[in-house]
């Protein structure tokens, strides 16, 4: 085992460097802060997802004082800091994931930057990054959700609109789920933010799909999503004017 620690308070516990066949970094975790934890949750959800349909092998644990200053309590009354995990998934190209309980709240780009660093180091070219864009307005609970983002440069713009993103354009893009697409460059890697407008109740069934279809096909990995698909809801139907009792 490999422990690396920086000024930041950081557990970086690794396995030995895997080697990897033409890696790309999918970044997918969510702030846990309580008020904004069932809207921003899609980056948790999908990550859940794709370690649920797809084999993946954890290759490195991480704590950080980045995480924010609290305790996971699970359901048998322990306790334990919050944790992320990256894992791989091979394929003709492998997929290595960052997923877990928290998105870094504090030294956002020096944490980014030791994500960086590992991912360098195992080879990754291009990296891309999930969650929902923070600058909009909600939409409809039961509209279908459009996949929106932008890329580091104009050949990855061209790549996100061929598959069908829209692209986000004149407006700041927040927290580490961006920071760690803009860090990107200073590796030599491309880097691509999927996103979506929020508004979908939890747990976003619909988003996860849609940002998944949009993934699979960039990145070139296979996973089930008719299972996924069963679980969407139709959205309640609307009762004319005097049907029924008032208070039903």
Known sequence: MARRRTSLWLDFESKAQPKLVHPSLLV???TSVSQYK?????????????????????VAVVRSSAFPPEVIVMEDGTAALPTCRLYVHRGKSD?????????????QYLFAKTLLDYASKAGVKEVYSVGARWSETPVP?????????????????KQLKEHGVEIIESEPAPFFASIVVGMATDYGMKGFKISVDHGEPSPHTRT????LEVLSSMIGFKVELEGLKALVK????????????IYQ
Request: aromatic share 8%.
């Open 28 to 30: 997918a975790v969510s």
């Open 38 to 58: 069932a809207l921003y949750s899609q980056a948790r959800e999908l990550a859940n997802y794709l370690l649920k349909s797809m084999k993946f092998e954890e």
């Open 95 to 107: 997929l290595l994931l960052f997923a877990g309980d928290s998105s870094p709240t504090d030294d």
């Open 141 to 157: 609970a039961f509209e279908d959700p459009h996949v929106n983002g932008f890329a580091t440069d104009k050949e990855g713009v």
């Open 208 to 211: 996860v799909i849609k940002m």
């Open 234 to 245: 139709a959205p309640p139907q609307e009762r004319p004017p005097g049907a029924g009792p």
